[in-house]
T-cell receptor, first 111, second 113 residues
Framework: SQQGEEDPQALSIQEGENATMNCSYK?????LQWYRQNSGRGLVHLIL?????REKHSGRLRVTLDTSKKSSSLLITASRAADTASYFC???????????FGKGTRLHILP | DTGVSQDPRHKITKRGQNVTFRCDPI?????LYWYRQTLGQGPEFLTY????????KSRLLSDRFSAERPKGSFSTLEIQRTEQGDSAMYLC???????????FGQGTRLTVV
């Protein structure tokens, strides 16, 4: 089962532009995490935001969380070719602490 | 290397055969997760452990799938009587405790022919 839904499913932007991905979820969470996956590889954790936080930064990444709307966004600023990957949001549910992933956004940075 | 390791990286098997995958988590991590991922999809939850205790197995999984984590260290995932629909990437992840970030292995790619 998957709890999160990312939007858009795919995104192509020019190098240097900002990329924004959104995630919506359904049930109460303890925290929300974003992961990156390069083609054919394992997932790499990017950032974790807790349910009592509204915004978090890490380098070129900015994550927001709106628990009233059950949604989150990931902003990558000044994109680079190396940012080309799939990005997944994952929710940690309050009821059982499972980490449940969405279907992902495939980001392609054009040179 | 102190990351999560999975073995084998690739497995090709004939339909009907049994396969077993191994995952070695980061040593101090109490939580261990198994996921299945098919092309273009997100990781699908299979099961997870707190130390040696299996907390939940996905209702989507048939009885052909079983997982263990003896002594709370490494874990194995076994698929009996494999079917072509079992072809996927099987991912293992571990975390220090519940509600923290997970660290993933490189996965085991299973192809059932």
């Amino acid at each position: 089962s998957q709890q999160g839904e990312e939007d858009p499913q795919a995104l192509s932007i020019q190098e240097g532009e900002n990329a924004t991905m959104n995630c919506s979820y359904k049930t109460s969470i303890n925290n929300l995490q974003w992961y990156r996956q390069n083609s054919g590889r394992g997932l790499v954790h990017l950032i974790l935001i807790r349910s009592n936080e509204r915004e978090k930064h890490s380098g070129r990444l900015r994550v927001t969380l709106d628990t009233s709307k059950k949604s989150s966004s990931l902003l990558i600023t000044a994109s680079r070719a190396a940012d080309t990957a799939s990005y997944f949001c994952a929710t940690v549910l309050n009821r059982d602490d499972k980490i449940i992933f969405g279907k992902g956004t495939r980001l392609h940075i054009l040179p | 290397d102190t990351g999560v390791s999975q073995d084998p990286r690739h497995k090709i098997t004939k339909r009907g055969q049994n396969v077993t995958f191994r995952c070695d988590p980061i040593s101090e991590h109490n939580r261990l997760y198994w996921y299945r991922q098919t092309l273009g999809q997100g990781p699908e939850f299979l099961t997870y452990f707190q130390n040696e205790a299996q907390l939940e197995k996905s209702r989507l999984l048939s009885d052909r799938f079983s997982a263990e984590r003896p002594k709370g260290s490494f874990s194995t995932l076994e698929i009996q009587r494999t079917e072509q629909g079992d072809s996927a990437m099987y991912l293992c992840a571990s975390s220090f405790n519940s509600r923290t970030e997970a660290f993933f292995g490189q996965g085991t790619r299973l192809t059932v022919v």
